[in-house]
């Protein structure tokens, strides 16, 4: 089995409600292991939209980077996404962050996720549940790359919320 980390945004109709749905769409088949809280964060880019709801989940999985990559894109067309212009509203975004260790390069994607370094919507959840992951092509911490990240005042915990222990299947 292969350890990633999600991310999974929302900022269109029930934000906390698409976050629920997309996380059960995903159980099929990949293991949700730990969850994030969840944020709300400012929108990157363009502007002039709601603001985000995100968390970051690790997962196992037996699918390689690319069937993830297609497992992922489906749950973001089935729940409504439109594809759109970079940066715009959408219900939901689900972002193949880390894969194990893997640096890979195709057509298609980026593993690690090539924005990943400059995310706070994505470093400050990810501290949460894996501080301590070294970042494979810079060689270092989650920690340390969310420390230095600009725009950490954008993101900030979510006062509402569920249960991630409820969601998550194994407690680690």
Known sequence: MATAYLCLGSNLGDREENL?????????KVDVEKLSAIYETDPVGYKEQPLFLNLVCRIATDLPPDELLCFVKKIEAEMGRIPSFPNAPRIMDIDILLYNDTI???QNMSIPHPRLRDRAFVLIPLKEIAP????????KTIAQLANDVKGRKGVRKYKGGFDVSAICRRSL
């Not at 629920?20 to 099929?28: I, K, Q």
């Not at 301590?132 to 060689?139: G, M, S």
Request: glycine share 0%; hydrophobic share 45%.
């Open 104 to 106: 890979m390069e195709t």
């Open 20 to 28: 629920r749905r997309a996380l059960a769409l995903l159980s099929p």
């Open 132 to 139: 301590d992951l070294i970042h494979p092509e810079l060689d």
